[in-house]
């Protein structure tokens, strides 16, 4: 499966975006996907995933209460809503295959990323 995110752009504190995962061709319901992000300087971090039918999350401790992972396997997409942003938040973020629970491992399938950049 090939992935797609986007949705990134600049924001000032405070505010929200949204992204989307989107897949190239069906079949995202067979996967779990997990956001990454990275930061110039800074290691590749896993943000936040969901399992194939969206029953079951995770979200990283710096995240958690301010954004929120969902998915419509309809659409084929899955979302990462992102409220109440932060300059700390300022990161290339990507989506990714993943093995998701208690945590999220295994990232496979990469998607090309999208920039978040938050500034006054």
């Known amino acids: 499966v090939q992935l797609q995110a986007s949705g990134g752009g600049l924001v000032q504190p405070g505010k929200s975006l949204r992204l989307s995962c989107a897949a190239s061709g069906p079949g995202l319901d067979s996967y779990a996907i997990g956001w990454f992000r990275q930061a110039p300087g800074k290691e590749r971090e896993g943000v936040s995933c969901?399992?194939?039918?969206?029953?079951?999350?995770w979200s990283a401790g710096s995240v958690k209460g301010r954004f929120t992972i969902s998915r419509d396997n309809a659409k084929n997409t899955v979302y990462l809503e992102m409220n109440n942003l932060k300059p700390e938040d300022t990161a290339v973020y990507f989506c990714?295959?993943?093995?998701?629970?208690?945590?999220?491992?295994?990232?496979?399938?990469w998607g090309r990323g999208t920039q978040v950049t938050v500034s006054s």
């Open positions: 990714a295959t993943v093995e998701c629970g208690f945590g999220v491992r295994g990232p496979s399938n």
């Open positions: 969901i399992t194939s039918t969206g029953s079951s999350t």
